[in-house]
């Protein structure tokens, strides 16, 4: 167990909709990662926050976005949801001061547009 | 921009085999270089790291060593077992700046055999 938690562990939907998926990050971990793993791109990096501000993006759509709360966790929000962006969506968090970025990831969530 | 690029799989090996999976990356600077293993149904762990030139990361009998002349982190291990089969990943990390997002390489699935 890394510590590093998401939910929710599956997720069906249809094309069009709105969904988002949650992560909470290891305890006194202030960073967070989002990375989207398909069978077509592998594993991509999405977004990152540190402690509340957005520090890197990555090949994220327009259609994506996120945001980090006060309390450290994190949300995904995917809209206008098309089939292609069926994907395991991982979330994986560190500490500062680690100056070799070791990152922690979740089980993360599986998406499924149908 | 930066690039890992990892050697095609699936690897099939029977119990006890040696194990080489490629890895070669392409960066700017000094990246942090990884290997995490992705088992079925989960999220990614980290198997080892290294920071610098010559640096080598081991644990659990995998072993890989930083090496710059060749921008090379090849993952080794002597004899493996059942219990390692899983996907392998290689990655890189900056170390400088606030945005330490990870690059990926493809992956590589690895079968042992009894």
């Known amino acids: 167990d890394s510590g590093v938690t998401q939910t929710p562990k599956h997720l069906i939907t249809a094309t069009g909709q709105r969904v988002t998926l949650r992560c909470s990050p290891r305890?006194?971990?202030?960073?967070v990662y989002w990375y989207q793993q398909s069978l077509d791109q592998g594993l991509q990096f999405l977004i990152q926050?540190?402690?509340?501000?957005?520090?890197a993006k990555g090949n994220i759509l327009e259609r994506f976005s996120a945001q980090q709360f006060p309390d450290l966790h994190s949300e995904l929000n995917l809209s206008s949801l098309e089939l292609g962006d069926s994907a395991l969506y991982f979330c994986?968090?560190?500490?500062?001061?680690?100056?070799?970025?070791?990152?922690?990831f979740g089980p993360g969530t599986r998406l499924t547009v149908l | 921009g930066n690039s890992v690029t990892q050697m095609e799989g699936p690897v099939t090996l029977s119990e006890e085999a040696f194990l080489t999976i490629n890895c070669t990356y392409t960066?700017?600077?000094?990246?942090?270089l990884f290997w995490y293993v992705q088992y079925p149904g989960e999220g990614l762990q980290l198997l080892l790291k290294?920071?610098?030139?010559?640096d080598k990361g081991s644990n659990k009998g995998f072993e890989a060593t930083y090496r710059k002349e060749t921008t090379s982190f090849h993952l080794e291990k002597g004899s493996v077992q059942v219990s390692d089969s899983a996907v392998y990943f290689c990655a890189l990390s900056h170390n400088s700046g606030s945005a330490r997002q990870l690059t990926f390489g493809s992956g590589t699935q690895l079968t042992v055999l009894p």
């Open positions: 994986a968090s560190s500490r500062p001061g680690h100056s070799y970025n070791e990152q922690f």
């Open positions: 926050y540190y402690n509340g501000e957005e520090r």
């Open positions: 960066a700017t600077g000094y990246p942090s």
């Open positions: 290294a920071t610098k030139a010559d």
């Open positions: 305890s006194g971990d202030l960073s």
